[in-house]
């Protein structure tokens, strides 16, 4: 019953913390840590709670998705079109399969979150302070050099503790492209890019798997799915008239709390 309460509290961790800008990897490894749910299950069961959260992401913008798969869309300059978000993706894809051995087996720590905590807050107040005036105010307005930009920007986030939205987010600030429409880039361009990562994870990890797994694994799948859909609606309102400061702060204090607690 242990198994299926740490399912529960982590999914909710997940889904509350994957899209906003506070390090959703972050957040899992420490109260992981905590929970002392770590080992082979726990790995799966992080593959598999991503993947409810992607899916919230998909119910969440179906008809941009809609929009997009339709081929006379594929090619588009501009917008969340399949050429900008593969323009996009291509910087992690590739940085995160040449190092993904030395990414999962030494950056997936305590020590190494609190860092990347920090020095995302760092970055994200920097952002705001010196973003410059919005020329980009909507998602369809994003062109494929500022999609490669964005996309370089999200190499950060493969530090365990940086934050996807965070790294992205905080880019296009500074590219001058508004909150709203840089979080709406970045949630789109992480359904492909998290799915082709799990898939990944879970093509290594799949042998380890038994029956027994599966009701530990639905329960964190479908509280990740739906704390991530309300997690997504508020966020984005949020944008609308806040900046990511709050969340630097709130890193700050996590930061504090993990380095207290584990050592």
Excluded at 84 to 111: E, Q, S, W
Excluded at 203 to 226: C, E, M, P, R
Excluded at 228 to 250: C, E, H, K, V
Aim: charged letters at 15%; aromatic letters at 16%; one cysteine or more.
């Amino acid at each position: 019953m242990y198994e299926y309460f740490c399912a529960f509290i982590i999914g909710i961790v997940e889904g509350l913390t994957e899209y906003i800008p506070v390090s959703s990897t972050g957040h899992l490894i420490i109260v992981g840590n905590m929970l002392h749910f770590t080992g082979v299950l726990a790995d799966v069961f992080d593959v598999f709670i991503q993947l409810g959260a992607i899916l919230s992401v998909v119910v969440v913008y179906r008809r941009k998705f809609v929009y997009m798969m339709n081929t006379h869309h594929w090619f588009k300059k501009k917008g969340a079109s399949v050429m900008n978000i593969a323009i996009a993706m291509f910087p992690a894809c590739v940085t995160g399969y040449l190092f993904h051995d030395i990414i999962k087996t030494r950056l997936f720590g305590p020590m190494t979150v609190i860092i990347g905590l920090v020095i995302g807050g760092v970055f994200m107040i920097f952002a705001e302070k010196m973003r410059k005036k919005f020329v980009i105010e909507n998602v369809d307005q994003i062109g494929s050099a500022d999609a490669f930009k964005i996309g370089l920007f999200q190499c950060f986030s493969l530090w365990p503790g940086f934050s996807r939205s965070g790294s992205t987010i905080a880019g296009g600030l500074l590219l001058g492209i508004s909150r709203k429409a840089a979080a709406d880039f970045s949630f789109i361009m992480a359904v492909p890019l998290m799915f082709i990562a799990c898939l990944y994870d879970l093509y290594k990890v799949a042998d380890l798997l038994s029956l027994n797994d599966f009701g530990v694994l639905f329960i964190g799948f479908i509280t990740s799915f739906v704390v991530a859909y309300a997690s997504i609606l508020w966020f984005l309102r949020f944008l609308n008239n806040s900046t990511l400061t709050g969340f630097a702060l709130y890193r700050f204090v996590v930061a504090l709390i993990a380095l207290v607690y584990f050592y």
